[in-house]
Structure formats: C-alpha cells, structure tokens
T-cell receptor, first 113, second 115 residues
C-alpha cells in the first residue's frame, strides 16, 4: 500500500534560517504529491503540489521537487519567518481519487525571532 | 477561497453517548466529502468517503456501525460516533472539494474527548 514518511520533529529554527523537511514515499504507479500546512487553530491548507516526476511545486517561498528516482518530495525554504511556524504534512494521492490522501505524520516547525 | 466549516471544534462526552460532527461546504457544492482521524503525534488516516445521496465508503478497519456517516445534501456531511468510548478520543477532520475541482479544502477539525 501507499505510505509517506516525514522527518520527525519538532524543528526549531531562528528567523531567516534555511528550512528542509524531508519526505519520502512508497506508492504504486504515479502518485500526486502534496505539502499541507496547518497553522495554530486553523484547518489544513494546501501549500504546494506536484503531479509528475521532476515537477517543482512552489508557494510562499516554499519549494518541493518530485523526485521519482529517490521517491522523495522534500520541502525547502531559503529564509523562514516567525509566521511560518506551523505543522507541515507531506501527502500523496494515488490512483484516480484525489481526495483519498495518505499523509505523513506531520512535522512541527517553530521559528524564533 | 472555498471554506469548509466543521462543528463543533471541541467536544467532551461521557462514555456510551453518541456525538455528531458536522462538516459544511459554505460556498460550494461537494458531492463527495472525506473524513479523517488523527491520533496524537500520528498522521491523518482516511476513515471514509462520504457520498451525497448514497452510502459512505469506509476504509479497511473502520467500523461502519461505530462511525455513521450521512451526506444528506450537497453542502453537509455528518459523522456520528455512536456509543463513544475513550479509545474513540481523537481529532476528526473533514475535507471537501468543489465538484469538478481537484483541490481539497479542510475543516478545522473536531477534538473529541470521551471520559
């Protein structure tokens, strides 16, 4: 079956530091890959996505590249801000149902001024 | 942007009671909605797919008689945890997408605590 493994957190960084959150997956076929973010007290929001190999998703300074050879979709940001403090979830959608997502366990990010 | 409203955000109940959680799409119609469950420090697990006007599709290992899903309209799905027990305590999240779109919107979740 499908699975997603994220680096364990929590991750604590100073403002303007470089961020990497690792995500690897196991899936049959060609899944679509997503990063979701959950800010305190809010619901999950789609941060970025990639639907095929070598695609790069980007949004709000965050980037992730769909690497089929390493089955990875690592999230990166060059300079984090305090407002980026949140929980980040890597997820994949296999097959034809985009709504049936398989999530990683989530990574808590805290950014200090 | 599209909004999915989930209610209540937090509920505490006694063991043996039933709890209903509502998921509404506020500005779009959704033939299909999804219910997830999240245990502390674990990932979200898909419980079931809610289909308007028909029976929900449950994932393997999810008790359909324990978790009753009713998708009575194109904007409302409800999850009822029947005869709740402490092991049902969890964070429940719904999601929906506008019909024909491939972007999911999530509710803010419901924290259920069963005493």
């Amino acid at each position: 079956g499908n699975s997603v493994t994220q680096m364990e957190g929590p991750v604590t960084l100073s403002e303007e530091a470089f961020l990497t959150i690792n995500c690897t997956y196991t899936a049959t076929g060609y899944p679509s890959l997503f990063w979701y973010v959950q800010y305190p007290g809010e619901g999950l929001q789609l941060l970025l996505k990639a639907t095929k190999a070598d695609d790069k998703g980007s949004n709000k300074g965050f980037e992730a590249t769909y690497r089929k050879e390493t089955t990875s979709f690592h999230l990166e940001k060059g300079s984090v801000q305090v407002s980026d403090s949140a929980v980040y979830f890597c997820a994949l959608a296999g097959g034809t149902s985009y709504g049936k997502l398989t999530f990683g366990q989530g990574t808590i990010l805290t950014v200090h001024p | 942007g599209a909004v999915v409203s989930q209610h209540p955000s937090r509920v505490i109940c006694k063991s043996g009671t039933s709890v209903k959680i509502e998921c509404r799409s506020l500005d779009f119609q959704a033939t299909t909605m999804f219910w997830y469950r999240q245990f502390p420090k674990q990932s979200l697990m898909l419980m079931a797919t809610s289909n308007e006007g028909s029976k929900a599709t449950y994932e393997q290992g999810v008790e359909k008689d324990k978790f009753l899903i009713n998708h009575a309209s194109l904007t409302l799905s409800t999850l009822t945890v029947t005869s709740a027990h402490p092991e049902d305590s969890s964070f429940y999240i719904c999601s929906a997408a506008p019909d024909g779109a491939e972007k999911l919107f999530f509710g803010s979740g419901t924290q259920l605590s069963v005493l």
